[in-house]
């Protein structure tokens, strides 16, 4: 059964930094392009950043960019995402999700496989 397990949330004041990690079991994640996405009380899913299969192309949403940094450890079958310099506005529940599609993208539609969530609060 193919599975995405987020972990690493937290609560951590503004400038401070958290690493979250995707762990996958059924399948390979080098095999597909793995997105982190974020979700705010009262706010619609959004892309936070990329990574392809193969680990060479990466892509972020503008406000982290400098920020995040999206990785992976095919050894772990692990994505991890490195955030560092948060801010309050960064406050949300964080998703790893899979595709199999081919189109190197953050629209959280066109992902088929979902890991249930882990809060980050950035606050004093």
């Known amino acids: 059964q193919l599975q995405l397990v987020e972990s690493g949330g937290g609560l951590v004041q503004p400038g401070g930094s958290l690493r979250l990690s995707c762990a996958a079991s059924g399948f390979t994640l080098d095999s597909r392009d793995i997105g982190w996405f974020r979700q705010a009380p009262g706010k619609e899913r959004e892309g936070v950043s990329l990574?392809?299969?193969?680990?060479?192309?990466?892509k972020y949403l503008d406000s982290v960019k400098g920020r995040f940094t999206i990785s992976r450890d095919s050894a772990k079958n692990t994505v991890y995402l490195q955030m560092n310099s948060l801010k309050p506005e960064d406050t949300a529940v964080y998703f790893c999700?899979?595709?199999?599609?081919?189109?190197?993208?953050?629209?959280?539609?066109?992902?088929?496989?979902w890991g249930q969530g882990t809060q980050v609060t950035v606050s004093s």
């Open positions: 999700a899979a595709t199999t599609g081919v189109y190197f993208t953050l629209l959280p539609g066109t992902y088929d496989y």
């Open positions: 990574i392809s299969g193969s680990g060479g192309r990466t």
